[in-house]
């Protein structure tokens, strides 16, 4: 595995961070270059050697290797998704563009069929169960309450102690899913099928896309919201994600309302959807620190009616420069 780390650390600009716990490096994002505005740091690739599996925590840049393939056909096809097809390793040495499809053979892109995993349960069937108690109160704590459970068809799993937020396409065929841990410790607190996330819109179902659209973060926003939103699934939208190109087609307003502290990532998406001609509102959090879900629908409600702001080019100019100045950007 030296090579592929070797080639790796050269083309990713050799400022590596090595994760010992997950066995993995991180490097700076090929695609988004995403700088931490907390810490500065700028290594948000997680890339395995080892299994060969890959994700930027910022814009959702993600992989694997598929079935019957090696590691090294895998770091083929992750250079070739960066941009970056003329830079391939073998075991044991660089090779030529032209030798590739000799010493590379990768399987045809296969669509993923997306299941719910067998031991979850529906809540608003259980909602008078021992054992679903638990999971019911974090989910009310959180200002969800059993209409949201059965309208979401909310499920929960007692054995892997995990609430479950099904996604489903605009044909209601599952598409994805978030399944959140209700364990205050646990190290993994989200797990999700191997779907890439640029590739699907989560419950666009229920998106009513003659209507203006809320984005928010995460899927306790969204439900909380009451609204015709669209969670992003984190706080970056990749300009090539069915989510934005579907925003661009409708030419819909939109209304921008991620978390109080990802505000310079927020004016990323902004300067985005703008530059395609769309109208762009956010919320002005101007100075509150909860997210919308610890709000609940009705402040967030009164907050919207009182903070909605409209994107304008010599706002997001002021910013971007300002952004400069910090060394954020």
Same mark, same amino acid.
Request: glycine share 4%.
């Given at each position: 595995?030296? #090579?592929?780390?070797?080639?790796?650390? !050269?083309?990713?600009? %050799?400022?590596?961070?090595?994760?010992?716990?997950? !066995?993995?490096?991180?490097?700076? *994002?090929?695609?988004?270059? @995403?700088?931490?505005? #907390?810490? %500065? #740091?700028?290594?948000?690739?997680?890339?395995?050697?080892?299994?060969?599996?890959?994700?930027?925590?910022? *814009?959702?840049? $993600?992989?694997?290797?598929?079935?019957?393939?090696?590691?090294?056909?895998?770091?083929?096809?992750?250079?070739?998704?960066?941009?970056?097809?003329?830079?391939?390793?073998?075991?044991?040495?660089?090779?030529?563009?032209?030798?590739?499809?000799?010493?590379?053979?990768?399987?045809?892109?296969?669509? +993923? $069929?997306?299941?719910?995993?067998?031991?979850?349960?529906?809540?608003?069937?259980?909602?008078?169960?021992?054992?679903? !108690?638990?999971?019911?109160?974090?989910?009310?704590?959180?200002?969800?309450?059993?209409?949201?459970?059965?309208?979401?068809?909310?499920?929960?799993?007692?054995?892997?102690?995990?609430?479950?937020?099904?996604?489903?396409?605009?044909?209601?065929?599952?598409?994805?899913?978030?399944?959140?841990?209700?364990?205050?410790?646990?190290?993994?607190?989200?797990?999700?099928?191997?779907?890439?996330?640029?590739?699907?819109?989560?419950?666009?179902?229920?998106?009513?896309?003659?209507?203006?659209?809320?984005?928010?973060?995460?899927?306790?926003?969204? +439900?909380?919201?009451?609204?015709?939103?669209?969670?992003?699934?984190?706080?970056?939208?990749?300009?090539? $994600?069915?989510?934005? #190109?579907?925003?661009?087609?409708?030419?819909?307003?939109?209304?921008?309302?991620?978390?109080?502290?990802?505000? @310079?990532?927020?004016?990323? +998406?902004? *300067?985005?959807?703008?530059?395609?001609?769309?109208?762009?509102?956010?919320?002005?959090?101007?100075?509150?620190?909860?997210?919308?879900?610890?709000? %609940? $629908?009705?402040?967030?409600?009164?907050?919207?009616?009182?903070?909605?702001?409209?994107?304008?080019?010599?706002?997001?100019?002021?910013? !971007?420069?300002?952004?400069?100045?910090? %060394?954020?950007?």
């Amino acid at each position: 595995m030296k #090579k592929i780390f070797e080639v790796l650390n !050269k083309e990713l600009s %050799g400022d590596n961070v090595y994760n010992q716990l997950k !066995k993995e490096y991180c490097f700076p *994002c090929p695609v988004c270059n @995403h700088i931490s505005s #907390k810490s %500065g #740091k700028k290594q948000s690739l997680a890339y395995n050697i080892e299994t060969g599996k890959y994700q930027c925590w910022y *814009c959702g840049l $993600s992989g694997k290797p598929k079935i019957n393939e090696n590691i090294y056909a895998s770091t083929r096809r992750f250079f070739n998704k960066i941009g970056k097809s003329s830079v391939v390793i073998d075991s044991t040495n660089y090779v030529k563009e032209k030798d590739i499809n000799s010493i590379f053979k990768t399987n045809e892109e296969k669509s +993923i $069929s997306v299941k719910i995993p067998y031991s979850y349960k529906t809540l608003y069937d259980n909602v008078s169960s021992f054992l679903y !108690k638990k999971a019911i109160s974090y989910l009310e704590n959180r200002r969800i309450n059993e209409i949201d459970m059965l309208k979401y068809n909310i499920m929960y799993s007692y054995r892997d102690q995990r609430i479950l937020f099904p996604s489903y396409d605009e044909n209601l065929n599952l598409n994805y899913y978030v399944a959140r841990s209700i364990i205050e410790d646990d190290v993994v607190k989200y797990q999700n099928p191997p779907v890439e996330k640029f590739k699907m819109i989560f419950n666009e179902y229920f998106i009513d896309w003659d209507s203006e659209i809320y984005l928010v973060e995460g899927v306790f926003d969204y +439900i909380s919201a009451k609204r015709n939103a669209v969670p992003i699934l984190g706080s970056y939208i990749s300009k090539n $994600s069915l989510l934005f #190109k579907k925003l661009v087609a409708n030419s819909n307003k939109i209304i921008l309302a991620l978390d109080p502290d990802a505000t @310079h990532k927020q004016e990323k +998406i902004a *300067c985005a959807l703008i530059s395609e001609g769309l109208s762009v509102d956010y919320i002005d959090w101007n100075g509150e620190t909860r997210d919308i879900s610890a709000m %609940g $629908s009705d402040q967030f409600d009164i907050y919207c009616q009182e903070n909605r702001r409209t994107y304008t080019d010599d706002y997001l100019l002021r910013s !971007k420069i300002i952004t400069k100045i910090r %060394g954020f950007a």
